[in-house]
């Protein structure tokens, strides 16, 4: 407890518990009861805290059928059941999965209990959060801090999983404090044997300006403040790296999440948290970061899509209904510090309506503030938990229904034109790129009427599966890629936005999407049908996809033919997923139809493409779970041109399209039409209804506006192809180093000795002490065309593990969790040749090469050996003579212990910048790699 006598996230003080407790005792009764009758199972016996530790896995806790995540149900710790095929599922990775979800839902009971005793008094209640509290903190040290996946963590197997539940059971303490429900003994146990630790352990790792840092941040000013350390809550909620820093910088000022809707939602929470922390700590924000904060509950209900459900855009799960209690909450607690917000009390209207069957919520198996997506259902504000319980209004205040607006959002760069009463959405997603969880898909067009997704984002599926490739890459989404390579991280920029309601543009455009080229996206919609153009521009002739994610029929029939595309796209350019892929010639002046299906959907697509532009289609993978699906490309190549595209999303509102000179003219019903054309104002429609003749001038013309741009965290929630890997590189050499040559050192036949120890340790949990103190000697030297490498390892225990064909534990290359090296190459002319190489007693070594470049090099090991220090490595690496020139070298010694799963750390050539080695795989900055070359070259 702090000085003041405050609980911690829910009341001021004993004044306002009190006046909570009447509204316990009125309108809010229904909610308590639900709460109370949920937790009665446990007065007698409460649920066993688990002693196991939670794990990671790639399969763990997904149907292995359709990967849908499994049900958790928290009194079935052995059996996990798919809600989508129905199927049971066993084994030790679910099993361990499920144990993430215990350990929360557990600790969340501690704080429902503790609420409830201070809301009502029942002894019951008291005993139950007491005994919870205690058995957390008599465990808290068993569980084992490795093997981690995110940062450290004892129960889990990520810091900020750590940071969720710490916050649940700080604030049970708080409330049993504040009403003297806690004895001196309990105190002062939990205090030394659980805040005090776990606050060390989250504050040991920094995650800038990710979304978990607003969840860390909060855990560390809540335990600071029962810890009695007020600085240090100060610093985790008023300094640059606390709440105000991630209010400031990962909430534009538009007040959406830099990360997209997904994890908007979440930081929002997490967010909340930390600022009631600080109001009723008396910690200051500054009062607009607090507006913008409130704010940002608003921009949910704004970018919502026809069915309630949330744009899957970025690393989010795909077509999450708001209609669940969670959502339902968030809502609430904005409008409790907001009453008179009309777009919140409407949408909490939409989510209380009748038009449902009130099913299961999942609230009794809910697991903290980590989100379970449950189906759609009616609610009732008794579905509310125990945020709402502490602080949802007494009465849901009583207004008209707000209607579904346009909106565009200037600092996320996202623009949605809605017709017909909110049931057409219409969005181009030009701006943010998101930081680690953004997708490279900057002029994205989303369409959908009603319930069916026509132009959808699939978002993501698990960040363990190998799939998470496909959907982080361009090719994935309805957006432009150029000779067959994922686009480059880079924001675009506003041109032009004017809604007028029954018509209305926006036009934004994107530099460097690759090398050398802009390209430009306007979306004119209309009342029943939108236009696309895309426009490019580019020093050289280039190839531009765009991908149109709908599946039908073309009429005329075009004559589709097996093809290999013969592009050179890159290993993340999502090419790798394509099955049965067909293209057919686009016929001259000729204008086929797009008749799109989904189910008993129906809409029409009409091209206009430029001379020369082919089609190609090909099946991939739909939304995660939800299979396979075919989608289609058009193809251009040239140095500029357009790719126009007209949709009508119900199939009966556009009878033709043609050119008419530089106008487009959409035939409608009858006699009348609209010419689309450009003008100097922006975008024009003439419009002929039957003999009445009209012209629409659509403006909105802005100075280029570049949406504010955060690049989170440096790496990012899942392993992928950016989470750490360079975008682009400079002219001498890799990214992040000056275009000024560095001075290169010279190699001959004499060894170069190169010494890593302490200063050069990557690590996870272990810091280089407590991991034993590795070291390494790299000597390098050259032998004719080939560059010598001798690495000397010096630690205990070397561990190589076994050849797999594939990683259990996630999508990296498994190789890395073992005793090894990892080799690092590039040159102006190669680009990164990068390889894996582990001792293999029947092989000598086991070399991977992990990048194109790597394939057309020699590597071979000259000898491996275990010696009584350690292991060494000779290695031979022929270079042309070109490379032999100058070329960045990293190796990486690669550190793993025998009771470990997971990499424990790397020795670091060049030096360890990023002290952490979570997520990295066998990805490395060579931005801080020495430069060499050979004397003879």
């Known amino acids: 407890m702090d000085a003041g006598g405050r609980a911690v996230i829910l009341f001021r003080d004993l004044a306002a518990l009190e006046a909570r407790r009447a509204l316990v005792r009125g309108p809010l009764a229904p909610l308590a009861d639900s709460l109370a009758a949920e937790l009665a199972p446990w007065h007698q016996r409460p649920p066993a805290i688990d002693v196991r530790k939670a794990r990671l896995t790639r399969q763990g806790g997904r149907c292995a059928a359709d990967q849908t995540v499994l049900t958790f149900d928290p009194a079935s710790p052995h059996r996990h059941r798919c809600p989508r095929c129905g199927r049971w599922w066993t084994g030790d990775d679910h099993d361990g999965y499920w144990v993430y979800g215990y350990h929360l839902w557990w600790a969340e009971r501690a704080t429902h209990a503790a609420l409830l005793f201070a809301l009502r008094g029942n002894a019951a209640h008291q005993a139950l959060a007491a005994h919870m509290l205690r058995a957390a903190t008599a465990q808290y040290a068993g569980w084992p801090n490795r093997d981690n996946v995110l940062g450290p963590s004892r129960p889990f197997f990520s810091t900020y999983l750590e940071s969720l539940w710490l916050l649940q059971l700080a604030e049970a303490l708080a409330l049993l404090e504040l009403v003297d429900g806690a004895d001196a003994a309990l105190r002062s146990a939990v205090r030394t044997g659980l805040l005090a630790p776990s606050r060390a352990l989250i504050a040991s790792y920094p995650e800038g300006d990710s979304n978990r840092q607003a969840w860390n941040s909060s855990a560390i000013a809540a335990a600071s403040l029962l810890l009695g350390d007020r600085a240090a809550a100060e610093r985790a909620i008023a300094g640059p790296d606390g709440i105000a820093g991630l209010l400031e910088r990962g909430l534009l000022s538009d007040g959406s999440w830099y990360e997209g809707e997904n994890y908007h939602q979440f930081a929002w929470r997490g967010l909340w948290f930390g600022v009631q922390i600080a109001e009723h700590a008396g910690i200051a924000l500054d009062h607009e970061l607090v507006e913008r904060f409130e704010r940002g509950a608003r921009v949910l209900v704004r970018t919502l899509m026809p069915d309630l459900t949330v744009p899957s855009r970025r690393d989010a799960p795909h077509r999450v209904s708001l209609r669940q209690w969670r959502y339902a909450e968030l809502l609430e607690l904005a409008l409790a ?32 503030e980590a989100e379970r997506n449950e189906p759609a259902t009616r609610l009732t504000r008794a579905d509310l938990s125990w945020k709402g319980l502490g602080c949802a209004l007494p009465e849901l205040p009583v207004g008209p229904p707000t209607p579904a607006e346009s909106v565009l959002l200037p600092a996320q760069g996202l623009a949605i034109i809605r017709r017909q009463r909110g049931m057409a959405f219409v969005a181009l ?20 009427h009603g319930t069916t997704r026509w132009l959808d984002d699939m978002g993501a599926g698990s960040y363990t599966s190998a799939d998470l490739f496909w959907y982080r890459s361009s090719l994935a989404h ?26 209305g543009w926006v036009s934004a455009q994107a530099g460097e999407l690759a090398p050398g080229v802009t390209m430009r996206r306007s979306v004119i919609v209309m009342d029943g049908y939108l236009v696309d153009e895309l426009q490019w521009s580019a020093e050289d002739p280039v190839a531009v996809d765009l991908p149109l994610h709908a599946d039908g029929t073309f009429s005329p029939a075009l004559p589709w033919q097996t093809t ?73 190549h040239a140095r500029e041109g357009a790719i126009v595209a007209v949709w009508d999303w119900s199939g009966d509102v556009v009878r033709d399209v043609a050119r008419d000179g530089s106008r487009l003219v959409v035939h409608l019903g009858g006699t009348d039409l609209h010419a689309h054309a450009r003008s100097a104002e922006g975008w024009q429609v003439e419009m002929r209804t039957g003999s009445a003749r009209s012209t629409l001038e659509l403006r909105g013309r802005a100075d280029l506006h570049r949406p504010e741009r955060n690049e989170g965290a440096a790496v990012d929630a899942g392993s992928g192809p950016e989470s750490n890997e360079p975008s682009s590189l400079a002219v001498d050499g890799p990214p992040g180093r000056s275009n000024r040559p560095a001075a290169a050192m010279a190699l001959d036949g004499t060894p170069r000795h190169l010494a890593l120890a302490a200063p050069d340790w990557r690590y996870t949990e272990d810091d280089w002490t407590t991991a034993g103190s590795p070291t390494a000697d790299i000597a390098l030297s050259t032998d004719h065309d080939a560059l010598q490498i001798v690495v000397t390892v010096t630690k205990d225990t070397p561990t190589f593990a076994p050849q797999r064909s594939d990683n259990p534990l996630d999508n990296e290359h498994p190789d890395i969790n073992s005793d090894g090296l990892q080799l690092h190459l590039h040159s102006a002319l190669l680009g990164e040749a990068r390889w894996i190489v582990v001792p293999d007693g029947a092989h000598g070594a086991r070399i991977t090469a992990r990048t194109p470049a790597a394939q057309h090099l020699t590597l071979r090991a000259v000898s491996v050996a275990v010696t009584p220090t350690g292991w060494t490595a000779t290695l031979s690496l022929a270079l042309d003579p070109d490379t032999r020139a100058r070329f960045h070298l990293a190796v990486l010694v690669n550190e793993i212990a025998p009771d470990r799963e997971r ?23 060579l931005s801080t790699a020495p430069v060499f070359r050979f004397t003879d070259a």
């Not at 919140?344 to 449902?356: I, P």
């Not at 150029?482 to 004017?498: F, I, N, P, Y």
């Not at 990499?903 to 900055?925: K, N, P, S, T």
């Open 337 to 368: 510090r907001t009453p008179d917000d009309a777009l919140l009390r409407g949408a909490l209207q939409r989510l209380y309506a009748r038009d449902l069957i009130h099913g299961d919520t999942g609230r009794f198996r809910s697991t903290g």
């Open 429 to 448: 997603d030009y701006g943010n790129p998101g930081g680690g969880h953004g997708h490279p898909d900057r002029l994205n067009v989303l369409l959908a």
């Open 478 to 503: 309805n957006a432009p890629l150029v000779d067959g390579r994922t686009q480059r991280s880079v924001s675009g920029e506003l041109l032009a936005w004017d809604e007028r309601g029954d018509a």
């Open 564 to 636: 290999d595309l013969a592009l050179p796209s890159d290993a993340d350019a999502g090419f790798d997923f394509l099955h049965h892929v067909e293209a057919a010639a686009w016929p001259i002046g000729g204008s086929p139809v797009l008749h799109a299906a989904r189910g008993t959907a129906r809409a029409t697509v009409r091209l206009l493409l430029p001379e020369g532009a082919m089609l190609w289609r090909a099946d991939a993978p739909g939304a995660s779970g939800e299979g396979t699906r075919r989608f289609h490309v058009v193809r251009a």
């Open 903 to 925: 990499r424990r750390g790397q020795l670091v050539m060049g030096g360890a910048r990023d002290r952490r080695a979570y997520l990295v795989g066998d990805r490395h900055d």
